[in-house]
């Protein structure tokens, strides 16, 4: 199995350059049935690596570009009443998919991102009086642009905790800019192929439930997870006055999680100290509440959450 996913990187890098560690984040999300935020300035492929996922993968895939002016209905849809029958029927929604593109979703207000909250968590949607349980795989990819200044909602921390890592995307190097910048112009990026199926998928993810953790590396990602809460217990003074709330326990069990794929995908059946290392800042960084003191310093979680694990010791 392990074949497939050197396949479906290689068809993946057809039409993305560069950006193995989004490509890396994705494939982890598919593996855990997690859901994954992406930030990042325009123009890094954020989209289209999503749109190049579906596609390797033969999946359902829904894009939904969100505005200001969305209404939760065009999410999840809605009940609708025919006067030639004098009855109601459901339109079911873009929800109704395998793969969510859910596009620049910090542009929508906060009645349209609630309505992502039940189906991200329970994978079920309620119209009107019915609640319909989604196909599996059912996964949203979110992207949202950091320097948007107006016409943008914050996403609340209820809705964050439902993502299971936070990607930081960057730009690419100058090299694979210039590959860019002439497969662009010249239109010559070759088409995706689909080299996996569902039951492909559910296989990968059953073969991912084989992967050792020791005891001990469980009780490490508790005490990384409790470093968030109780800085103080842990020789943190410093970040005492820096974190306002540490993460909430889905957390431990996405670094778990998340960890565990890590491990999968570098070729290994079991878990080492690094591959937790290569995935806490992704699983984390968007779940401390920082202090208004340490956002008015400049202090950015992913350096909070590196003083931690310099600090936590390692079994």
Same mark, same amino acid.
């Given at each position: 199995?392990?074949k497939k996913?050197?396949?479906?990187k !290689?068809e993946?890098?057809?039409?993305?350059? *560069?950006?193995?560690?989004?490509?890396?984040?994705?494939?982890?999300?598919?593996?855990?049935? *997690?859901h994954?935020l992406?930030?990042g300035?325009?123009?890094?492929a954020k989209?289209?690596?999503?749109n190049a996922?579906?596609?390797?993968?033969?999946?359902?895939?829904k894009?939904?570009?969100?505005?200001?002016d969305?209404?939760?209905? /065009?999410?999840?849809?809605a %009940?609708i009443?025919?006067p %030639?029958?004098?009855?109601?029927?459901? #339109?079911?929604?873009?929800?109704?998919?395998?793969l969510?593109?859910? /596009?620049?979703?910090? @542009?929508?207000?906060?009645?349209? %991102?609630?309505?992502l909250?039940?189906?991200?968590?329970?994978?079920q949607v309620? $119209?009107?009086?019915?609640?319909?349980?989604?196909? @599996?795989?059912f996964?949203?990819?979110?992207?949202?642009?950091?320097?948007?200044?107006?016409g943008v +909602?914050?996403?609340?921390?209820?809705?964050?905790? @439902?993502f299971?890592?936070?990607?930081?995307?960057?730009?690419n190097?100058?090299?694979?800019?210039?590959?860019?910048?002439? #497969? *662009?112009?010249?239109?010559?990026?070759a088409?995706?192929m689909?080299v996996?199926?569902?039951?492909?998928?559910?296989?990968?993810?059953?073969?991912?439930?084989?992967?050792?953790?020791?005891?001990e590396?469980e009780?490490y990602?508790?005490?990384?997870?409790?470093?968030?809460?109780?800085?103080?217990?842990?020789k943190?003074?410093?970040?005492?006055a820096? $974190?306002?709330?540490?993460?909430?326990?889905?957390?431990?069990? /996405?670094l778990?999680?998340?960890?565990?794929a890590?491990?999968?995908?570098? *070729? !290994?059946?079991?878990?080492?100290?690094?591959? $937790?290392?290569?995935?806490?800042? /992704?699983?984390?960084?968007?779940? $401390?509440?920082?202090? +208004?003191?340490? @956002?008015?310093?400049g202090?950015?979680?992913?350096?909070?959450?590196?003083?931690?694990?310099?600090?936590v010791q390692?079994?």
């Open positions: 199995m392990k996913i050197t396949q479906l !290689n993946l890098q057809k039409a993305v350059i *560069g950006q193995e560690a989004m490509i890396e984040g994705l494939l982890i999300g598919l593996l855990c049935n *997690g994954i992406i930030e300035v325009p123009g890094l989209t289209t690596t999503v996922l579906s596609k390797a993968l033969g999946l359902d895939f894009r939904i570009q969100f505005t200001p969305l209404l939760p209905s /065009d999410i999840i849809g %009940q009443y025919d %030639q029958t004098h009855s109601f029927s459901i #339109k079911k929604g873009p929800l109704f998919t395998n969510l593109l859910a /596009d620049e979703i910090n @542009r929508a207000p906060s009645k349209v %991102q609630s309505a909250l039940e189906v991200m968590q329970e994978r309620t $119209i009107a009086d019915e609640s319909f349980v989604l196909e @599996r795989p996964l949203v990819m979110a992207t949202q642009n950091p320097i948007e200044q107006e +909602y914050a996403l609340p921390e209820a809705q964050l905790d @439902r299971m890592m936070k990607l930081i995307v960057t730009h190097s100058e090299e694979e800019e210039l590959q860019i910048m002439r #497969k *662009g112009a010249t239109k010559s990026f088409d995706v689909q996996m199926d569902k039951k492909s998928l559910f296989a990968l993810q059953e073969e991912l439930e084989a992967i050792h953790i020791d005891p590396l009780r990602i508790i005490q990384l997870i409790s470093a968030t809460r109780e800085p103080a217990r842990f943190l003074e410093t970040l005492q820096d $974190i306002m709330y540490g993460v909430s326990p889905r957390a431990s069990i /996405d778990y999680k998340a960890a565990r890590k491990a999968y995908l570098r *070729g !290994n059946d079991f878990v080492t100290p690094a591959d $937790i290392g290569m995935v806490v800042h /992704d699983v984390l960084r968007h779940r $401390i509440v920082l202090s +208004y003191e340490a @956002r008015a310093k202090i950015k979680s992913d350096e909070v959450i590196t003083k931690i694990v310099e600090t390692i079994p």
